[in-house]
């Protein structure tokens, strides 16, 4: 795990941790540069110690985003061979990084039925597995180990704020904000979690969809979100986040992708509307990938997604439920409540055997 020295084994543990930057009166940011390289790093050395890795395990995970390059980050220093299993979404210069790091890549190229792109990569995984006589998946989103992971980032807040009445953050897996907000109410119990999260995604009660929006959101609904955490959600469109993305560098120098763009959009109007209370906004991965899409105005205007200034909205519209949500910033009390006791969430369920929108994590 991290080491609080100027020194470190490598650059894994240099780079786990975020750094706590002011980014107003009352709003910290928790940047990251690969925040996923906390929980790969956590989940690998807990399998170890478990006796999980042999001298001849293949890693095998599916993964579009970060989640991969922290594994294959991992897996090369580790020198262990390493399969991710992918799709055509993933960014080219990511696949380059990660095949330089050693990893064998497989793409799927079609969505399944029920599930999307997720689900494909699931079966594929499947299918690695059963070929090979021993792996081991990390199970990004099943595994507690993810969430677990992110406790000492709970303990780096609670020592640097002491007190922290709100954590905003990007839900994907449901690891980074629900470890962390555990964490922090160990010592706070009140502190109030905000997920962000993209429209025509299901981890709060929207039906799947197609989503510019990527590295945050879900077809699929991972065991390690546990709803009852959150006491709101905000969902935002693609243009919305890519308009913050670009303020966050404009105004912080705080170059950083487009789910650390949404969560500042998010974090930055709760703190304007609590100047006496503490925020803190999860900030997950630097913005290097998004050089040539959400940094060049050229691409935001060719595929829709430039937001003039005189169109940013000046806060969220509220509703009553999930269904009720519409294609632009959007918030909902959730309450702390479990998915199935939120009004207006759609259906939970899967006519496909072992999918995981058939397992009930909250």
Request: charged residues 25%; hydrophobic residues 40%; glycine residues 8%.
């Amino acid at each position: 795990m991290p080491v609080t020295t100027g020194t470190y084994d490598s650059i894994a543990e240099a780079q786990m941790m975020p750094r706590l930057i002011r980014l107003g009166p009352n709003l910290y940011g928790a940047s990251f540069t690969l925040m996923k390289l906390l929980p790969a790093s956590y989940i690998l050395e807990r399998a170890d110690e478990r006796g999980e890795l042999g001298p001849d395990t293949v890693i095998v995970e599916t993964t579009s985003g970060t989640f991969g390059l922290g594994l294959a980050m991992r897996a090369a220093l580790l020198r262990r061979e390493l399969i991710l299993v992918s799709d055509p979404a993933i960014d080219a210069n990511l696949y380059r990084r990660l095949t330089d790091l050693g990893a064998r890549i497989e793409i799927c190229q079609e969505p399944a039925e029920v599930g999307g792109f997720q689900e494909a990569r699931l079966r594929r995984l499947a299918e690695i597995r059963a070929e090979l006589p021993d792996t081991f998946c990390p199970e990004q989103y099943s595994n507690p180990d993810n969430p677990r992971s992110y406790a000492v980032v709970a303990e780096q807040l609670s020592r640097a704020l002491t007190t922290v009445d709100c954590v905003v953050g990007p839900v994907g897996s449901g690891g980074s904000m629900c470890g962390t907000v555990r964490g922090l109410r160990e010592h706070t119990a009140d502190t109030l979690a905000i997920g962000v999260d993209s429209h025509r995604s299901v981890l709060f009660g929207q039906a799947d969809g197609v989503r510019a929006l990527r590295g945050l959101g879900n077809s699929l609904w991972p065991a390690n979100l546990d709803h009852s955490v959150f006491d709101e959600v905000h969902w935002c469109s693609a243009a919305e986040a890519f308009a913050h993305t670009r303020e966050l560098h404009a105004r912080h120098a705080l170059f950083q992708g487009p789910t650390s763009g949404a969560a500042y959009l998010v974090a930055r109007w709760w703190a304007e509307h609590h100047p006496d209370r503490t925020c803190v906004v999860m900030l997950p991965d630097e913005g290097y990938r998004y050089q040539a899409t959400v940094y060049d105005d050229a691409w935001l205007a060719d595929n829709g997604h430039l937001l003039a200034e005189a169109d940013r909205p000046a806060g969220p519209v509220t509703v009553e439920a999930p269904d009720k949500a519409e294609d632009r910033w959007t918030r909902f009390a959730w309450g702390r409540r479990a998915y199935d006791d939120v009004p207006g969430a759609v259906p939970r369920f899967s006519d496909v055997p072992g999918a995981l929108t058939e397992r009930t994590p909250s």
